[in-house]
């Protein structure tokens, strides 16, 4: 299992970490080159959770696992604390 090195992966279900974490799940899941890519050039404003919502019709099922086991180790640590 890849453990990731740095700050922790933010958590969907917390809204002061909400747009950090679609952020992240469209640097992940979404298929980009620029950062420019990773947001629609209709997209004025800076609102990464209106983007990945927009994006998330285009997630693989394997991708929405993932995301969903993401979720699932912040839950495990909660219980365990």
């Known amino acids: 299992v890849p453990v990731p090195i740095g700050?922790?992966?933010?958590?969907?279900?917390?809204?002061?970490?909400?747009a950090r974490f679609c952020?992240?799940?469209l640097?992940?899941?979404?298929?980009?080159r620029t950062p420019s890519d990773l947001k629609s050039l209709s997209s004025e404003t800076d609102d990464w959770v209106a983007e990945f919502e927009s994006?998330?019709?285009?997630?693989?099922?394997?991708?929405?696992?993932?995301?969903?086991n993401m979720q699932?180790?912040?839950e495990c640590r909660d219980s365990r604390d």
């Open 72 to 74: 699932l180790l912040h």
């Open 27 to 32: 640097i992940l899941f979404k298929p980009w």
């Open 55 to 68: 994006y998330k019709s285009n997630l693989l099922e394997r991708h929405i696992s993932v995301m969903e």
């Open 7 to 18: 700050p922790p992966i933010p958590r969907h279900d917390r809204s002061t970490e909400l």
């Open 23 to 25: 952020r992240l799940m």
